[in-house]
């Protein structure tokens, strides 16, 4: 059996070791790898309430902020393809991205909304659009996530997507094996 390469995994096991170390500081604001492991898990309970699973994508259209980093730790988690998208792109650029790459949730930051909302009629391979601010809101009622997903070498662990200079932009399907690989 190989080994479980994939960020959530690695998350998790440091989460295990060391839960009240600090991990993460933004904006006059702290958590320990414990306290962002339970937000992981909120939100990677909150993806799978809405049938996320192993393959799907989950967008995101937002600024620097933890909530980046608890969504791609939990779309890792679900066995799921994360997929940032940039936030200077305009509404139809934008959708062009979403549904290249067939995602299935979008979430965005509140202070893009405007840039998206235009061109949400337009998305219909999203299944649900999430406030990345009202991620409070997404524990009420949420059953556990699914069991982690374990992820293997091959399995794409993000899209990116090119600038599109010479025409559409490409998604550029990252492995895990690969992310691994730009690490060491």
Known sequence: MTPDIGLANWFMQRSLRTPERAALHFEGE???YGEMQQR???CAARLCAIGVGKNDRVAF???NQP???FAM???ARLGAIFVPLNFRLTGPELAFMINDCTAK???VDT?????IEPVRDQLPTLKAFLAAEDEAGWRAGEAPAADQVAARDDDVAMIMYTS???GRPKGAMLTWQFLVEQCQ
């Open 111 to 115: 202070h893009l909304r405007a840039t």
């Open 40 to 42: 992981i898990e909120r």
């Open 67 to 69: 909530m980046f980093l």
């Open 61 to 63: 259209l937002g600024l």
């Open 164 to 166: 599109g200079t010479t």
């Open 30 to 32: 702290s958590w320990t």
């Open 73 to 75: 730790f939990a779309t």
């Open 105 to 107: 949730a979008l979430i």
